[in-house]
């Protein structure tokens, strides 16, 4: 695995895919109830903005430090930034941005938990004894999707499992999310699952997408933003997230926060987003949205459950 998040925590990619991240745990808390977090790739946990890898790319200046000076965001951004900026380490200003697992983990209330995966032995250590202290924690060294076999269903009953790995080789990890969200619905049919993917070639994502509302999900909201045109296999030119089994609403909770950020990370050209459901609660799977990217499309979204 040469992977290393290191190199481009806090860049576009990952504000759009923690803010989300945001909304969702947000939306678990909404119910008194327990949840369990689930986490496939977990990585290190804490990332030096300042550090040897960030300093190489710099991928975060077109990220969370355009980010963190931002005058009249969306409520739920700022939520989210004050949760970036009050870490330790951040006392002095912006330092270090939090990974998945510790940006979660500092919104867990009591009773809750999360089951943490990182295959790579380095990257768990460092989560581990970055976690350690907290018993709500839990750190495996093991392959993710492996572990969801054992891992679902939780004894909360209720939860997210969030999917983002490297996508070192896309179209094969691609095979490995589908299966493993299959089997996995059928273990947990009424969990969240969200999955992060990078979008070069538009021709590469839609396979994918349309696998997605194939497998037993309920309802799938699709998230994207575009900060290059989707026709390069040479970059990452944007990124999404699938949510499976969304909240109902969750489509009005971001469509604010998408724009704000479509406007706060454009880079060469005006950033581009797409919100919409992509499957609905008792519907056949859609054909591809003829919506152009560069409009924000919202379908009408699913009846509220009663």
């Known amino acids: 695995m040469n992977y290393r998040h290191a190199y481009h925590a806090g860049n576009f990619a990952d504000v759009l895919k923690h803010t989300v991240l945001r909304a969702l745990i947000e939306s678990l808390q909404a119910k008194p109830a327990p949840f369990c977090y689930i986490d496939t790739h977990a990585g290190s946990g804490n990332y030096p903005l300042e550090g040897f890898e960030a300093r190489k790319t710099g991928e975060h200046k077109d990220g969370i430090t355009r980010l963190h000076p931002a005058e009249k965001v ?15 380490g951040n006392e002095d200003g912006l330092k270090f941005y939090p990974g998945s697992p510790l940006q979660v983990a500092r919104l867990l209330r009591p009773n809750d938990s999360a089951q943490l995966c990182e295959l790579h032995a380095e990257e768990a250590a460092k989560l581990r004894q970055l976690l350690h202290r907290d018993p709500r924690l839990h750190v495996h060294q093991r392959d993710g999707y492996e572990a969801l076999k054992a891992l679902l269903p939780p004894k909360e009953k209720r939860g997210l499992v969030l999917i983002d790995p490297p996508y ?91 724009r704000a950020l479509g406007s706060l990370l454009s880079q060469d050209r005006p950033a581009e987003t797409r919100l919409d459901w992509i499957l609905q609660e008792g519907a056949e799977p859609p054909a591809p949205s003829p919506l152009p990217a560069s409009r924000l499309a919202t379908r009408e979204r699913p009846p509220r459950p009663r």
């Open 74 to 88: 969306p409520a739920l951004l700022q939520r989210w930034r004050a949760g970036i900026l009050s870490g330790e």
């Open 168 to 258: 070192e080789a896309q179209e094969a990890e691609y095979k490995l999310i589908e299966h493993a969200l299959k089997t996995a619905l059928q273990r947990w049919p009424t969990g969240m699952y969200a999955v992060w993917y990078p979008i070069k070639l538009r021709s590469q994502v839609q396979p994918f997408l349309r696998g997605l509302q194939r497998i037993g999900a309920r309802r799938v909201l699709r998230v994207e933003l575009l900060v290059h045109p989707d026709d390069s296999p040479l970059r990452l030119n944007g990124s999404g997230m699938a949510i499976l089994n969304a909240p109902w609403n969750l489509d009005d909770v971001l469509r604010e926060p998408l």
